[in-house]
């Protein structure tokens, strides 16, 4: 049922006390005899519904249950002990073997409350046409190996119906819960996937029909080709079962990963059986496999065994959990053997539904479906299917919106409450009365209040008893910018244009459209931490019910801010003695007395009386209580604040495990960390109760599904209580994590904005400490995070950090200082402060020359290079960039990506130059050095580069380079470049005249440029702006684009810009008749063309010039011109120039009357036909009319862009002269459409 929304009911089951998991682990080994596992005692556990649920928002307390393996040992009919478990195992005792031991699960996990909870909300789903999703939160191990797909509960108090197992009913899910972290994997989108399907059949075990397996594999993916429209699946097959093969399959990107074989299972860990040597198995770890198939980017992996006389538990219950810890998002596996026929059942029912955007939950029902349909219920192979989900969402490869195809809302209900919600019922039923779509609340309160726990409650009871038509999503913001909170909250729903959107508005104007569909949706925001993010958040869901939390009050209009205030002293008291676990009625009045002196000291506030009450549960009097606490101020203040942490941080002093953590988290920069940096050196076994621990207390938050953070004010006053040397050695720590996370994903960028705020916080704390050598700390950091902050606009946070560094550059070792003068000028260059950049740029080049480094000297030398090409000085800039080559040619690999850089800058000016030839061997040696080193960003510059020469002159090159730089830019996230391509694809709708799309390709290329303060984009903008408006005869608003074209470009010291502005400006003096205006500014290009050797500018100018010429009378000066013109363009190649050289002649010469006016009126129309020609192709670039279609037709995704202000050179363009004119030959002012410059 593609579509299906299921609705999540956890149930969690632990041993230990009634609060809080055991950190024990109570582990059976699986291979122990079934003889010796009877003999096992029994264990106390607890079991309780995990978070809110469809039926009833009140988890209710936890209930005891006893586990023993007895509970499945039965004596057969000559009163000998039998196994339930193994009888499934070996396929023995049928059906009755089944209801038993489904029953006897069902009892386990099923106690009263938790059984009557999850009826009501199995019920509730379906009268709404949902399903559910039973999540098993095992947190005992020994529970894990337990067959739970075959839970029964009987229907009606009937017995021995089939439709009692969960597993077989279509709207049931029954999904295994690793709680090993880990950050939800994104899913990907458009249709286009990889699946690696391996089969191994070692020798000397029994034979598998592999062959079978595979057929219908390929059959099912067949299926899908014919079927599901727009889905393209590539199959990557093995064939000899070998870790050799294994490997090479899984070298690239995978989706889906499906191995049938053999699995083995001993000592707790499972492996593969794959082919070895001389074909003998060999076994193939789960860890190994995880590390494999992470580094692959695998979403899915299906593990089929089937059916031998090798007998394991749970051959893949290992594997799958390493699978999941390693990031997959679903894990397919088999607990016990499958029959041949079963496991070619699972590829057909699978495959289609899954690459076909269904939920893997529906998947996962079709299997068994088909397995109980061919082979009855005393097969047990359709309850050996186990999946491993992560997240809530189910589907993992979501299909691209399309007009027929709805998607359904997210449902994300609110975390579990920590405690008993009293005191608060009055002020609950007034907000929930109050809550409706285009209704805004925001909770806000002290620290401790419990604002997020009544805003969790609010959230969940409006959810659970109101009709919200298109969903619920609740989702944690913290510490962010407004264009992160509403990726944040898009990235919960299936596509990527809010992602793309570039800027704010974009993005708040692509949510908004995203909720259109969905009517009514009910949001709840957990800690939104100012006005900015509250505005942005307000702005993008209008016409939702929105619900928010946070310390301190909006004051925003369209919001109404309730305050949570403490709790009374009655409701105070109640919650005390009800975490005590004690009524009032069991107390003497001095007793009663204490108690409410304790909550008053506490505030009354929640989480302080939270936090005494578990002092009294493991053994303090109230009296020792009260004593610890009287020294603490009347009311709640920065000191109280660290008495409540100092109170805690004792009481964890039996959880070393748990110190360390609140410790360790403390030290990171932002207060927050990924379970990655804070598990490190921790056992598994101890790390997870110990996070659980805390953040029962209070002292942490879970920020998603791998990252806790720290309340700012435990950090900031609870400190001081810690361990001096304990806090010193974490911070260490933490710091030496950050620095190697960053060299080791210095190329990575998703993975650095990750940790973004963590690494620029580590930066000044660098730059701040007193410690040796703390200055070239920062600057090996910065080296990692250049690239980084560089492409995603993150200028003034790099430039900062180095100018700190250079503030004091005594303290920095020689190599540093010459990088940080290098880098600094780079900045500068992005900011256009070129003057600034040359003078670091000759600091950077001295010091590179003083210590012998040729190749540092010449990046120094290509930079230089780069500012002046931006300063319009090519003879300069073409000295720097050969001197630059030749020092960098000394070590090409070393110079690597800057020598790429220099070739394409060098091809950019010899284009200008006119010098095509030397153009295009230097736009070569570009592109095969920077595939050599595997650069994409040098790949697109210099496609990007060479394409905008050919424009004039092969347009379908042209196109063809864009389009190349347009598939490498998808790989990184340079919105600049982006803004390049935009503007280039709009120069291409220029020549063919397609202005309305012109139009929309500068806008959107203008928005990158503004949004990132690229000045130099800015003013090819305005040029381009003008250029629409000259085609169009709207003179005075062309003239207007061009006179800010010139003042920016003169502001920015960009002279060469300055100069094609000015012939732009030119033109539209001579169209209005302001002749002398015209000639002026004709001179100044001549001036600069000649100067530069521009010969593009020059046969420009001389052609404009030669009609002026006619203007004034002059014809044989026009004539002169015309083929001084005529002859550049020839040299140059150049189509656009030689449309504007060849019409000037043809005009000249036919109002001459001289011979080759019909000659040079053809040529310019076949340059023009040239041009022209290139439609089909463009329109497959961008075929849309709006700039929203136009940006999303051109790019699939983000797009990135130059790391350094590369000036694409300007092109010149004219538009075709009237037939009239074409067929007399006569000059007409009025029809001329001169020349326009892109």
Same mark, same amino acid.
């Given at each position: 049922?593609?579509?299906?929304?299921?609705?999540?009911?956890?149930?969690?089951?632990?041993?230990?006390?009634?609060? =809080?998991?055991?950190?024990?682990?109570?582990?059976?080994?699986?291979?122990?005899?079934?003889?010796?596992?009877?003999?096992?005692?029994?264990?106390?556990?607890?079991?309780?519904?995990?978070?809110?649920?469809?039926?009833?928002?009140?988890?209710?307390?936890?209930?005891?249950?006893?586990?023993?393996?007895?509970?499945?040992?039965?004596?057969?009919?000559?009163?000998?002990?039998?196994?339930?478990?193994?009888?499934?195992?070996?396929?023995?005792?049928?059906?009755?073997?089944?209801?038993?031991?489904?029953?006897?699960?069902?009892?386990?996990?099923?106690?009263?409350?938790?059984?009557?909870?999850?009826?009501?909300?199995?019920?509730?789903?379906?009268?709404?046409?949902?399903?559910?999703?039973?999540?098993?939160?095992?947190?005992?191990?020994?529970?894990?190996?337990?067959?739970?797909?075959?839970?029964?509960?009987?229907?009606?108090?009937?017995?021995?119906?089939?439709?009692?197992?969960?597993?077989?009913?279509?709207?049931?899910?029954?999904?295994?819960?690793?709680?090993?972290?880990?950050?939800?994997?994104?899913?990907?989108?458009?249709?286009?996937?990889?699946?690696?399907?391996?089969?191994?059949?070692?020798?000397?075990?029994?034979?598998?029909?592999?062959?079978?397996?595979?057929?219908?594999?390929?059959?099912?993916?067949?299926?899908?080709?014919?079927?599901?429209?727009?889905?393209?699946?590539?199959?990557?097959?093995?064939?000899?079962?070998?870790?050799?093969?294994?490997?090479?399959?899984?070298?690239?990107?995978?989706?889906?990963?499906?191995?049938?074989? %053999?699995?083995?299972?001993?000592?707790?860990?499972?492996?593969?059986?794959?082919?070895?040597?001389?074909?003998?198995?060999?076994?193939?770890?789960?860890?190994?496999?995880?590390?494999?198939?992470?580094?692959?980017?695998?979403?899915?992996?299906?593990?089929?065994?089937?059916?031998?006389?090798?007998?394991?538990?749970?051959?893949?219950?290992?594997?799958?959990?390493?699978?999941?810890?390693?990031?997959?998002?679903?894990?397919?596996?088999?607990?016990?053997?499958?029959?041949?026929?079963?496991?070619?059942?699972?590829?057909?029912?699978?495959?289609?539904?899954?690459?076909?955007?269904?939920?893997?939950? %529906?998947?996962?029902?079709?299997?068994?479906?088909?397995?109980?349909?061919?082979?009855?219920?005393?097969?047990?192979?359709?309850?050996?299917?186990?999946?491993?989900?992560?997240?809530?969402?189910?589907?993992?490869?979501?299909?691209?919106?399309?007009?027929?195809?709805?998607?359904?809302?997210?449902?994300?209900?609110?975390?579990?409450?920590?405690?008993?919600?009293?005191?608060?019922?009055?002020?609950? =039923?007034?907000?929930?009365?109050?809550?409706?779509?285009?209704? *805004?609340?925001?909770?806000?309160?002290?620290?401790?209040?419990?604002?997020?726990?009544?805003?969790?409650?609010?959230?969940?009871?409006?959810?659970?008893?109101?009709?919200?038509?298109?969903?619920?999503?609740? %989702?944690?913001?913290?510490?962010?910018?407004?264009?992160?909170?509403?990726?944040?909250?898009?990235?919960?729903?299936?596509?990527?244009?809010?992602?793309?959107?570039?800027?704010?508005?974009?993005?708040?104007?692509?949510?908004?459209?995203?909720?259109?569909?969905?009517?009514?949706?009910?949001?709840?925001?957990?800690?939104?931490?100012?006005?900015?993010?509250?505005?942005?958040?307000?702005?993008?869901?209008?016409?939702?019910?929105?619900?928010?939390?946070?310390?301190?009050?909006?004051?925003?209009?369209?919001?109404?801010?309730?305050?949570?205030?403490?709790?009374?002293?009655?409701?105070?008291?109640?919650?005390?003695?009800?975490?005590?676990?004690?009524?009032?009625?069991?107390?003497?009045?001095?007793?009663?007395?204490?108690?409410?002196?304790?909550?008053?000291?506490?505030?009354?506030?929640?989480?302080?009386?939270?936090?005494?009450?578990?002092?009294?549960?493991?053994?303090?009097?109230?009296?020792?209580?009260?004593?610890?606490?009287?020294?603490?101020?009347?009311?709640?203040?920065?000191?109280?604040?660290?008495?409540?942490?100092?109170?805690?941080?004792?009481?964890?002093?039996?959880?070393?495990?748990?110190?360390?953590?609140?410790?360790?988290?403390?030290?990171?920069?932002?207060?927050?960390?990924?379970?990655?940096?804070?598990?490190?050196?921790?056992?598994?076994?101890?790390?997870?109760?110990?996070?659980?621990?805390?953040?029962?207390?209070?002292?942490?938050?879970?920020?998603?599904?791998?990252?806790?953070?720290?309340?700012?004010?435990?950090?900031?006053?609870?400190?001081?209580?810690?361990?001096?040397?304990?806090?010193?050695?974490?911070?260490?720590?933490?710091?030496?994590?950050?620095?190697?996370?960053?060299?080791?994903?210095?190329?990575?960028?998703?993975?650095?904005?990750?940790?973004?705020?963590?690494?620029?916080?580590?930066?000044?704390?660098?730059?701040?400490?007193?410690?040796?050598?703390?200055?070239?700390?920062?600057?090996?950091?910065?080296? *990692?995070?250049?690239?980084?902050?560089?492409?995603?606009?993150?200028?003034?946070?790099?430039?900062?950090?180095?100018?700190?560094?250079?503030?004091?550059?005594?303290?920095?070792?020689?190599?540093?200082?010459?990088?940080?003068?290098?880098?600094?000028?780079?900045? %500068?260059?992005?900011?256009?402060?070129?003057?600034?950049?040359?003078?670091?740029?000759?600091?950077?080049?001295?010091?590179?020359?003083?210590?012998?480094?040729?190749?540092?000297?010449?990046?120094?030398?290509?930079?230089?290079?780069?500012?002046?090409?931006?300063?319009?000085?090519?003879?300069?800039?073409?000295?720097?960039?050969?001197?630059?080559?030749?020092?960098?040619?000394?070590?090409?690999?070393?110079?690597?990506?800057?020598?790429?850089?220099?070739?394409?800058?060098?091809?950019?000016?010899?284009?200008?130059?006119?010098?095509?030839?030397?153009?295009?061997?230097?736009?070569?040696?570009?592109?095969?050095?920077?595939?050599?080193?595997?650069?994409?960003?040098?790949?697109?510059?210099?496609?990007?580069?060479?394409?905008?020469? *050919?424009?004039?002159?092969?347009?379908?090159?042209?196109?063809?380079?864009?389009?190349?730089?347009?598939?490498?830019?998808?790989?990184?996230?340079?919105?600049?470049?982006?803004?390049?391509?935009?503007?280039?694809?709009?120069?291409?709708?220029?020549?063919?005249?397609?202005?309305?799309?012109?139009?929309?390709?500068?806008?959107?290329?203008?928005?990158?440029?503004?949004?990132?303060?690229?000045?130099?984009?800015?003013?090819?903008?305005?040029?381009?702006?003008? *250029?629409?408006?000259?085609?169009?005869?709207?003179?005075?608003?062309?003239?207007?684009?061009? =006179?800010?074209?010139?003042?920016?470009?003169?502001?920015?010291?960009?002279?060469?810009?300055?100069?094609?502005?000015?012939?732009?400006?030119?033109?539209?003096?001579?169209?209005?008749?302001?002749?002398?205006?015209?000639?002026?500014?004709?001179?100044?290009?001549?001036?600069?063309?000649?100067?530069?050797?521009?010969?593009?500018?020059?046969?420009?100018?001389?052609?404009?010039?030669?009609?002026?010429?006619?203007?004034?009378?002059?014809?044989?000066?026009?004539?002169?011109?015309?083929?001084?013109?005529?002859?550049?363009?020839?040299?140059?190649?150049?189509?656009?120039?030689?449309?504007?050289?060849?019409?000037?002649?043809?005009?000249?010469?036919?109002?001459?009357?001289?011979?080759?006016?019909?000659?040079?009126?053809?040529?310019?129309?076949?340059?023009?036909?040239?041009?022209?020609?290139?439609?089909?192709?463009?329109?497959?670039?961008?075929?849309?009319?709006?700039?929203?279609?136009?940006?999303?037709?051109?790019?699939?995704? =983000?797009?990135?862009?130059?790391?350094?202000?590369?000036?694409?050179?300007?092109?010149?363009?004219?538009?075709?002269?009237?037939?009239?004119?074409?067929?007399?030959?006569?000059?007409?002012?009025?029809?001329?459409?001169?020349?326009?410059?892109?």
């Amino acid at each position: 049922m593609p579509g299906a929304v299921y609705r999540t009911f956890a149930v969690r089951v632990w041993c230990g006390s009634k609060e =809080e998991p055991d950190a024990r682990i109570i582990q059976q080994p699986d291979h122990v005899a079934p003889q010796a596992r009877s003999e096992r005692k029994e264990t106390a556990l607890w079991v309780q519904v995990w978070g809110s649920t469809p039926g009833e928002t009140n988890p209710g307390e936890p209930e005891r249950v006893t586990y023993s393996p007895d509970l499945f040992v039965r004596k057969d009919a000559s009163g000998e002990p039998v196994n339930l478990l193994d009888q499934i195992k070996d396929r023995q005792g049928g059906d009755a073997v089944l209801y038993q031991v489904g029953a006897i699960l069902a009892e386990l996990i099923f106690p009263k409350a938790v059984r009557s909870n999850f009826l009501a909300s199995r019920r509730k789903v379906k009268d709404v046409g949902e399903r559910l999703r039973l999540r098993l939160v095992l947190q005992v191990p020994e529970l894990k190996s337990l067959p739970w797909e075959y839970l029964y509960l009987p229907p009606k108090e009937e017995i021995c119906d089939p439709s009692g197992f969960l597993a077989l009913d279509q709207d049931i899910s029954i999904v295994r819960h690793e709680d090993i972290g880990g950050e939800e994997p994104s899913t990907p989108h458009g249709g286009k996937y990889r699946l690696v399907a391996a089969f191994a059949g070692p020798d000397g075990q029994p034979k598998l029909n592999l062959e079978g397996d595979r057929e219908a594999i390929a059959a099912a993916l067949e299926a899908i080709s014919k079927n599901s429209k727009g889905v393209i699946v590539s199959t990557a097959w093995g064939g000899q079962g070998t870790r050799e093969e294994l490997e090479r399959l899984l070298k690239g990107p995978c989706d889906v990963f499906h191995f049938s074989g %053999h699995g083995y299972f001993w000592e707790g860990e499972g492996s593969l059986l794959l082919v070895g040597a001389d074909r003998k198995s060999e076994k193939y770890e789960g860890s190994k496999l995880a590390q494999l198939l992470g580094d692959a980017k695998v979403k899915v992996a299906i593990l089929e065994a089937c059916e031998s006389a090798e007998r394991g538990d749970n051959p893949y219950g290992g594997v799958a959990a390493a699978l999941v810890l390693k990031g997959l998002a679903a894990v397919v596996a088999s607990q016990y053997r499958l029959r041949d026929k079963n496991a070619v059942a699972i590829a057909k029912a699978i495959y289609p539904r899954l690459l076909s955007g269904e939920t893997i939950d %529906h998947c996962i029902f079709q299997a068994r479906k088909s397995i109980f349909q061919q082979s009855a219920l005393g097969d047990r192979d359709w309850g050996a299917l186990v999946l491993y989900l992560r997240g809530d969402q189910g589907v993992v490869f979501p299909q691209q919106e399309t007009e027929d195809r709805k998607v359904s809302a997210p449902c994300i209900e609110a975390p579990p409450l920590q405690m008993p919600l009293i005191g608060r019922a009055d002020q609950l =039923e007034q907000l929930a009365a109050q809550v409706k779509p285009g209704v *805004n609340l925001f909770l806000h309160g002290n620290f401790g209040v419990g604002k997020t726990s009544l805003a969790a409650q609010l959230f969940n009871q409006v959810s659970t008893s109101a009709p919200i038509e298109r969903g619920r999503i609740w %989702h944690r913001l913290g510490k962010t910018t407004p264009e992160r909170a509403i990726e944040s909250l898009a990235r919960l729903f299936p596509g990527r244009k809010v992602s793309e959107a570039d800027g704010l508005a974009a993005k708040t104007e692509a949510f908004k459209a995203l909720l259109a569909s969905f009517p009514g949706l009910l949001i709840g925001l957990d800690e939104v931490s100012d006005q900015t993010i509250g505005r942005a958040v307000l702005d993008a869901t209008n016409g939702c019910a929105v619900m928010m939390n946070g310390t301190a009050p909006l004051k925003l209009n369209g919001v109404q801010d309730v305050k949570v205030k403490p709790l009374s002293a009655e409701a105070a008291r109640e919650l005390f003695l009800s975490l005590c676990q004690v009524s009032a009625a069991d107390l003497n009045k001095a007793d009663l007395i204490l108690v409410d002196k304790i909550c008053k000291r506490m505030g009354r506030l929640p989480l302080g009386i939270r936090l005494a009450a578990s002092k009294c549960a493991e053994g303090d009097s109230y009296k020792t209580l009260w004593l610890r606490l009287e020294t603490a101020p009347e009311t709640i203040s920065n000191d109280e604040v660290q008495v409540l942490f100092k109170a805690n941080y004792d009481e964890l002093a039996s959880l070393p495990c748990a110190q360390r953590l609140l410790v360790r988290i403390a030290s990171f920069p932002a207060l927050e960390a990924s379970f990655a940096a804070l598990q490190a050196g921790e056992k598994i076994k101890e790390f997870f109760p110990a996070k659980d621990k805390l953040i029962s207390l209070g002292l942490l938050d879970a920020i998603g599904p791998d990252r806790l953070s720290q309340h700012p004010l435990l950090a900031e006053h609870g400190n001081p209580a810690l361990d001096r040397e304990q806090v010193a050695s974490e911070r260490r720590y933490a710091e030496q994590w950050l620095e190697k996370y960053a060299r080791d994903n210095r190329k990575n960028h998703p993975m650095l904005e990750k940790e973004q705020d963590n690494l620029l916080g580590l930066l000044d704390d660098f730059v701040q400490s007193e410690e040796p050598g703390h200055l070239d700390r920062v600057i090996a950091t910065l080296r *990692n995070l250049f690239d980084f902050l560089r492409i995603r606009g993150l200028w003034s946070e790099a430039f900062e950090r180095i100018d700190a560094c250079l503030s004091s550059e005594q303290y920095l070792s020689d190599e540093n200082r010459g990088w940080a003068f290098l880098h600094r000028a780079i900045l %500068h260059t992005l900011l256009a402060r070129y003057d600034d950049a040359l003078s670091d740029l000759v600091r950077a080049a001295q010091r590179f020359e003083c210590d012998g480094d040729s190749v540092n000297l010449g990046r120094a030398l290509y930079r230089r290079g780069v500012v002046h090409v931006l300063k319009g000085d090519l003879m300069l800039a073409d000295q720097d960039l050969r001197d630059g080559i030749a020092h960098m040619s000394f070590d090409p690999l070393l110079a690597g990506a800057d020598l790429a850089g220099a070739f394409a800058r060098q091809g950019a000016v010899l284009a200008q130059q006119g010098r095509r030839t030397e153009a295009q061997e230097a736009y070569r040696r570009s592109l095969r050095l920077a595939e050599q080193i595997g650069d994409d960003e040098e790949q697109t510059r210099a496609h990007l580069g060479r394409g905008a020469m *050919n424009q004039a002159t092969d347009p379908a090159q042209a196109l063809a380079d864009f389009d190349q730089a347009r598939r490498l830019a998808e790989k990184t996230g340079d919105q600049i470049q982006r803004a390049s391509i935009l503007h280039l694809i709009g120069c291409q709708h220029y020549y063919s005249e397609h202005y309305e799309k012109a139009q929309a390709c500068f806008a959107d290329a203008m928005r990158l440029f503004q949004q990132f303060g690229y000045q130099n984009g800015i003013a090819k903008c305005l040029v381009a702006f003008g *250029n629409l408006a000259l085609a169009e005869r709207r003179y005075d608003e062309a003239r207007r684009n061009y =006179e800010q074209a010139i003042e920016l470009n003169t502001s920015l010291k960009q002279a060469g810009a300055a100069a094609y502005a000015t012939y732009q400006l030119a033109v539209v003096a001579q169209r209005d008749g302001r002749l002398d205006d015209a000639e002026r500014g004709y001179d100044e290009c001549q001036k600069y063309a000649h100067a530069e050797k521009d010969r593009v500018l020059e046969a420009a100018v001389a052609a404009q010039r030669a009609k002026l010429m006619l203007q004034r009378d002059k014809p044989q000066a026009a004539a002169l011109l015309a083929r001084k013109a005529s002859d550049l363009a020839k040299a140059l190649d150049d189509k656009l120039t030689q449309i504007t050289a060849s019409s000037a002649l043809a005009v000249v010469l036919g109002t001459l009357k001289q011979e080759g006016a019909q000659e040079a009126m053809a040529a310019a129309a076949t340059a023009r036909a040239t041009i022209k020609g290139v439609e089909g192709e463009l329109q497959s670039l961008s075929d849309a009319k709006t700039t929203t279609e136009i940006s999303d037709r051109i790019f699939n995704s =983000e797009l990135p862009a130059p790391s350094s202000p590369d000036r694409i050179p300007d092109r010149i363009i004219a538009n075709e002269i009237p037939d009239r004119v074409m067929h007399d030959l006569t000059y007409d002012d009025s029809d001329d459409d001169g020349g326009g410059l892109i």
